[in-house]
């Protein structure tokens, strides 16, 4: 494994899939998306800190089941230099609905959990009848 001094001002396409274990194809995807911009300089692709500051929200947002259109939205709202106000409270209603979703798919998981256990449960008895009955 390379090790990345985080103070490079740029990365090579290997470079950033190393430090996040991404493949060069996601990368391009997210280049493709319009989700990154890395600087061209012939036929390679130099990620600088920004592009390495958006892919980590972007694996974070993934992460936390935010769509890629969501992301992009999220990022575009961006300002370096003013008031980032819009886009902290439309990060927070996305994460607030995000959470409520990934608390419903949690307790449906439970019950599906539960279930399986008792089949199962039922089941090895079954099993262990049979079983006994042949020997």
Known sequence: M??????????????MCD???VT???????????????????????YTKQDRARLQLILRGKRFGFSLEDIRQLL???????SNQAQLA???D???DRLAQMKAQA???QIAIAELEEELQGASAALA???AAAE
Not at 2 to 15: Q, V
Not at 76 to 82: A, C, E, H, Q
Request: hydrophobic letters at 35%; glycine letters at 4%; a positive charge.
């Open 24 to 46: 060069a194809r996601t990368l391009r995807f997210y280049e493709a998306k319009e989700l990154l911009a890395p600087i061209r300089s012939r036929s390679k692709r130099l």
């Open 129 to 131: 009848a049979f079983r």
């Open 76 to 82: 575009d709202m961006y300002n370096r230099n003013g």
């Open 107 to 109: 307790a449906e998981l």
């Open 19 to 21: 430090t996040y274990q």
């Open 94 to 96: 996305l994460g607030q």
């Open 2 to 15: 390379t090790i990345i001094d985080p103070s490079a001002e740029t990365l090579t396409i290997r470079e």
């Open 90 to 92: 439309r990060t927070f």
